[in-house]
């Protein structure tokens, strides 16, 4: 039987023989995406017409329309079960990116410093994307925010992992492609700072306070007192700013 994957963690896509498909209708993308978010449960017909139509009321043709997009899932590869009134798709974390996604997660908050780096870093790379791209509604939306404080809890783990071995480089990278998507999280930009000044990079690090500050006073706010202390301290050129010194700093989630 040919191997088939699936993905959340960015546009909805599933894997048959390490080859990525995008189904190419949107009404198939919300069918597979609300199936893979009963993780394996039965999902019943009139939850995806409610996640095909959101607040519109469904045409008379809905129940077709929710047939044809599983046809055209199963025509791409996708294992996709019938009963009556509903379908499922089995899922596992050896099948499904945001459960592998959760269990390396967890795994990384207990180990020590080098094995907590290797596990989030693979935790990240399973992310391609914004999470559940291009879908709306209500239960969309609670698993995307979910996924994405799993999303910023991995980063963090990684980058503590990374600062305290000394390694700041993938740290950087990996707090700056993430700080795109979301620029607000005061928290990773101070970690992004700490490690742009411990890595002799101390002009960038003022720059991403710079650049956050900029943004928040097109909303009438400031950043965190914790976040202008370091500003300051990275100023002066403190001394006292080394790896040890993130432990203690509390900076704003």
């Not at 939306?141 to 991995?154: K, N, P, T």
């Not at 007192?225 to 989630?253: G, K, Y």
Request: aromatic letters at 6%; charged letters at 25%.
């Amino acid at each position: 039987m040919t191997a088939v994957r699936y993905g959340i963690l960015g546009p909805v896509a599933l894997w048959r023989d390490n080859r990525e498909v995008h189904p190419a209708k949107q009404r198939s993308r919300i069918v597979l995406a609300r199936l893979l978010l009963g993780h394996g449960n039965w999902v019943r017909m009139e939850t995806l017409i409610d996640s095909l139509y959101l607040d519109r009321t469904p045409a008379r043709s809905a129940r077709t329309q929710v047939q044809k997009a599983i046809m055209e899932l199963r025509a791409l590869g996708a294992r996709v079960e019938y009963r009556e009134g509903g379908y499922r798709v089995p899922t596992s974390r050896l099948t499904l990116d945001s459960l592998e996604f959760m269990s390396l997660v967890e795994l990384a908050r207990k180990g020590p410093a080098n094995e907590s780096a290797t596990l989030a870093k693979r935790a990240l790379r399973l992310v391609r994307g914004p999470i559940l791209d291009g879908m709306e509604g209500g239960e969309f939306r609670l698993v995307r925010l979910e996924l994405q404080e799993r999303h910023a809890f991995a980063l963090e783990t990684f980058c503590d992992a990374e600062i305290e071995l000394g390694q700041y480089s993938d740290a950087i990278i990996e707090l700056s492609r993430f700080l795109v998507e979301q620029p607000y999280r005061e928290h990773l930009v101070g970690k992004l700072m700490f490690a742009l000044h411990l890595a002799g990079r101390s002009g960038e690090a003022l720059t991403a306070f710079s650049d956050l500050r900029d943004k928040l006073a097109e909303l009438g706010a400031l950043p965190a007192p914790e976040l202008r202390q370091l500003n300051e301290r990275i100023l002066r050129h403190d001394p006292c700013i080394t790896p040890n010194f993130l432990e203690n700093l509390r900076l704003p989630s």
